[in-house]
Antibody
Framework: QVYLVESGGGLVKPGGSLRLSCAASGFSFSDYYMTWIRQAPGKGLEWISYISRNGDTIYYAGSVRGRFTVSRDNARNSLYLQMNSLRVEDTAMYYC??????????????WGQGTMVTVSS | DIQMTQSPSSLSASVGDSVTITCRASQSVNTRYLNWYQQKPGKAPKLLIYATGSLQSGVPSRFSGGGSGTDFTLTISSLQPDDFATYHCQQSYSHPPTFGGGTKVEIK
């Protein structure tokens, strides 16, 4: 079975930091691009970051660029999102997702269950 | 950024009905890069259709997708109780990937 399991969410004050983790199992993690996507309460989905197989190519949404840093450890089958200078508007459920570039034309074919980040004073 | 606009934002339908959701892109999207997801309350989205019309493994054949250019559709023929959910379109043709606002399919 293919799984992604996020952790690390929680309540943080504006300006604070959090580090999210995403543990992968059941597939060859190093063969896949990976993505972070978030969903604010009652809102739609927002792509926020992407990292290539070996981590040499990284993209960010404008809303998080300069504040968030994505990384991966292929030896540990893990994806990370370091979130600094958090704002109230970063409050959302954060999902990691597998990016199936080859066969599914860049569709997000496997998702974790999500981890909630709440930014509030 | 390519803006994806879904319509309607919500709809009510009965079991057995056929429903069609529309997704309009602000500029042309290659059909290989248009995807649909299903999301149930409190759950992560699930890939339903990729490349406009290809069903993800395990997805029932009552789901179908079509379209080209800027206009795409998701059709559910003969709605089943398990299909009541929110559906999102998404393009990966142009960076950054963007999603539509979602269409909630509710029971009438």
């Amino acid at each position: 079975q293919v799984y992604l399991v996020e952790s690390g969410g929680g309540l943080v004050k504006p300006g604070g930091s959090l580090r999210l983790s995403c543990a992968a199992s059941g597939f060859s993690f190093s063969d896949y691009y990976m993505t972070w996507i978030r969903q604010a309460p009652g809102k739609g989905l927002e792509w926020i970051s992407y990292i290539s197989r070996n981590g040499d190519t990284i993209y960010y949404a404008g809303s998080v660029r300069g504040r968030f840093t994505v990384s991966r450890d292929n030896a540990r089958n893990s994806l990370y999102l370091q979130m600094n200078s958090l704002r109230v508007e970063d409050t959302a459920m954060y999902y990691c997702a597998r990016d199936e570039v080859v066969t599914a034309g860049d569709a997000f074919d496997i998702w974790g269950q999500g981890t909630m980040v709440t930014v509030s004073s | 950024d390519i803006q994806m606009t879904q319509s309607p934002s919500s709809l009510s339908a009965s079991v057995g009905d056929s429903v069609t959701i529309t997704c309009r892109a602000s500029q042309s999207v290659n059909t290989r890069y248009l995807n649909w997801y299903q999301q149930k309350p409190g759950k992560a989205p699930k890939l339903l259709i990729y490349a406009t019309g290809s069903l993800q493994s395990g997805v029932p054949s009552r789901f179908s997708g079509g379209g080209s250019g800027t206009d795409f559709t998701l059709t559910i023929s003969s709605l089943q109780p398990d299909d009541f959910a929110t559906y999102h379109c998404q393009q990966s043709y142009s960076h950054p990937p963007t999603f539509g606002g979602g269409t909630k399919v509710e029971i009438k």
